[in-house]
């Protein structure tokens, strides 16, 4: 993983390159492909997801989810990412590492979609330990957490394969698609061993 510093239009934005991918902050010129795998990809999310605003997909939120995003950067709160093919610079999903917590935590909450076009590929896996190396190395983090649902099977079986410990189980923990729900709870240190992405 190499990290490099964009240009202007993307000022204090951290660009982080995987094998095959990068992520990087959002920008509106992604509008267009953000909303097309979101809005095709939308039975295939939403069972994981919260419940979708009903402008979720306008130009004008989408505008207002990077004004967010952005100043969470600058205060060091969270850094969303949306995830690339590095060969075509297709929007594949996102990443957050959210929650950022200093002081004795030094600790977040890493969270992802990835759109129903690109699932099952292995690209999350190799995004997520991306991130993981962004999160200890540069972000100076001890500690990510991740929930699932239970019944997300896919989802378990990423963070256990990329290192992440099953460490509890916690009852109507979020509100996901209109409902509150018990969720499996993970986390990874910063001296846990990262597992490599096995060959496909």
Same mark, same amino acid.
């Given at each position: 993983m190499a990290l490099f510093r964009l240009g202007p239009s993307s000022d204090n934005a951290n660009f982080? #390159? &995987?094998?095959? %991918?990068? $992520?990087r902050p959002g920008e509106m010129r992604d509008f267009d492909q953000w909303r097309w795998v979101r809005e095709f990809s939308r039975d295939f999310l939403t069972p994981w997801e919260p419940t979708w605003p009903a402008d979720d997909l @306008? #130009? &004008?939120? %989408? #505008?207002s989810r990077l004004r967010r995003h952005g100043e969470e950067i600058s205060r060091d709160d969270a850094y969303p990412f949306f995830i690339f093919r590095a060969r075509d610079d297709v929007l594949m999903g &996102? $990443? @957050?590492l959210g929650q950022v917590r200093r002081g004795v935590a030094q600790c977040a909450t890493l969270g992802y979609w990835m759109g129903k076009p690109h699932a099952g590929k292995g690209h999350m896996a190799k995004a997520v330990r991306a991130a993981i190396g962004f999160a200890f190395d540069t972000l100076r983090l001890h500690r990510l957490e991740a929930a699932c649902l239970p019944h997300n099977t896919a989802s378990m079986r990423l963070l256990e394969g990329v290192g992440f410990t099953r460490e509890g189980y916690v009852r109507a923990y979020l509100r996901i698609n209109g409902v509150w729900q018990d969720h499996v709870l993970y986390g990874l240190l910063e001296n846990d061993p990262v597992r490599p992405s096995q060959p496909r």
């Open positions: 982080i #390159r &995987g094998e095959g %991918f990068y $992520l @306008t #130009r &004008g939120a %989408f #505008r &996102g $990443l @957050t």
